[in-house]
């Protein structure tokens, strides 16, 4: 992947679509690449293309897209005017017109939710989509994000390849924020064996290992440990009550290569407050 490689905003004209662009704006400038924002329209079926309501209604729908990404660019400019900004309208069902740029994207960013009626399928569904399919990371923005804050980056790691990924994300999002890192690790205990003592003493050399690969002195980030007996989901959801921004991996150690979406991932998307990003494996 190109290191300019572009941050890809799917949008309708909801607010929740403009919440994400304000936050996609704002993390393509602090990584110096491109934005490039996107809005679909569904193609006309074509046994339908002879119907003068669809034609209509086709079109009435594109004007809105146009509408929306224009409106979406004007608040990417005031956020971030140094960025380069593309926009597009393309005609095609947004959640492949999303997945097609994964690949050549530094990550997607899409709102929660979209608009309701004909255009629920724009944003509604697109985030679960994403995270399940994408060939990179997708970052989902459910509330009004907190741009210049000074709270810490959260990443939930337990060893395994697509927590790695989310590691060296969430690195540099607080190098690039200038914030600190939080480092959530947890166990539950299966029996009395082994006792809590060595399973907290495991996890931290677990991390001591993981953390040494992204040390920088020249750009050092200071990071806290929660290693801790609990459920994933619930520790994470309750540090990120304090943070900015949330990073998981899509799938952890109870998964396998071909899973689309781990339970703690799906719970996270749905739960945190904050923007979250899910690491998805790139393609091989």
């Not at 572009?6 to 607010?15: A, F, I, K, R």
């Not at 074509?46 to 608040?75: C, I, K, L, N, P």
């Not at 947004?94 to 309701?116: F, K, M």
């Not at 190098?175 to 006792?195: C, E, I, K, N």
């Amino acid at each position: 992947m190109a290191s300019k490689a572009p941050v890809v905003v799917g949008v309708d004209s909801s607010d929740d679509a403009l919440r994400a662009v304000r936050w996609a704006a704002d993390d393509a400038a602090l990584h110096r690449v491109p934005l490039e924002l996107i809005s679909a329209v569904p193609p006309i079926p074509d046994d339908r293309g002879d119907d003068d309501r669809v034609r209509d209604h086709h079109e009435q729908t594109r004007r809105q897209a146009v509408q929306a990404v224009e409106a979406a660019r004007r608040v990417a400019a005031d956020i971030a005017p140094r960025v380069e900004i593309g926009a597009a309208v393309v005609d095609a069902p947004i959640i492949p017109a999303l997945l097609a740029r994964a690949d050549e994207a530094r990550l997607i960013a899409v709102g929660a939710r979209g608009l309701g009626a004909y255009q629920r399928s724009l944003l509604g569904s697109v985030s679960t989509a994403l995270v399940r399919h994408a060939r990179g990371p997708v970052a989902v923005v459910p509330a009004e994000p907190l741009l210049g804050s000074e709270r810490p980056v959260l990443v939930g790691y337990d060893d395994s390849p697509c927590s790695a990924d989310a590691l060296a994300i969430a690195f540099a999002e607080a190098r690039r924020r200038g914030t600190d890192l939080v480092v959530v690790h947890t166990w539950q205990r299966f029996g009395s064996y082994p006792s809590p003592a060595a399973l907290e003493e495991e996890g931290n050399r677990m991390l001591d290992a993981a953390l040494t690969v992204h040390d920088d002195p020249d750009e050092p980030v200071s990071v806290r440990r929660v290693v801790v007996e609990d459920r994933p989901v619930r520790r994470i959801l309750a540090e990120s009550a304090t943070a900015q921004l949330v990073v998981v991996g899509s799938h952890g150690k109870g998964g396998f290569p071909g899973m689309t979406l781990g339970s703690t991932s799906q719970a996270l998307m749905h739960s945190v407050e904050c923007p979250i990003i899910i690491a998805r494996p790139r393609a091989a």
